[in-house]
């Protein structure tokens, strides 16, 4: 089971990716992209993989060591969490991003790259969106 939500995890944040880097200026990809519950999907895996481990996760997480944190991703089900976890993050990550970059019309040729960035290194992807960010301007009057 845990192998298949693994595989799931990805597959069903795939299309929202695919909308907001290949079809960014298509009427279908704003409608489903503005709503935060494409993130849903990954968020339900991700319940589905803690939620009967809550005794292991809670502990790990609420005082948190780098050991106790290394031994609950040392799992097959803390690492299919983690990953449903980043998946859901990065997501909510780039629909924000993307979002924001069509109020400031940032081509997508420079948005692309970001999105892609953030799909592989979320973290780095969201620092170079806030650094690109800087040199557009929001249209508040959309």
């Known amino acids: 089971m845990t192998g298949v939500l693994f595989g799931l ?3 069903v944040a ?4 695919v909308l907001m880097i290949l079809v960014p200026g298509w009427s279908w990809t704003r409608r ?3 709503s935060p519950l494409i993130v849903l999907p990954v968020v339900l895996i991700y319940a589905l993989l ?3 481990a809550l005794g292991e996760v809670l502990p790990a997480v609420a005082s948190p060591t780098l050991g106790g944190v290394r031994e609950l991703l040392g799992t097959a089900d803390g690492a299919a969490a983690a990953w449903a976890h980043m998946i859901a993050f990065d997501l909510f990550v780039g629909r924000w991003s993307w979002l924001d970059s069509r109020e400031r019309a940032v081509p997508a040729l420079i948005m692309s790259p970001v999105l892609v960035l953030t799909i592989l290194l979320g973290p780095l992807g969201l620092l170079v969106y806030l650094l690109v960010r800087t040199r557009y301007t929001a249209d508040r009057s959309a």
């Open 9 to 11: 995890t990805f597959a």
């Open 14 to 17: 795939a299309p929202f990716w």
């Open 32 to 34: 489903i992209v503005a």
């Open 50 to 52: 803690v939620i009967p």
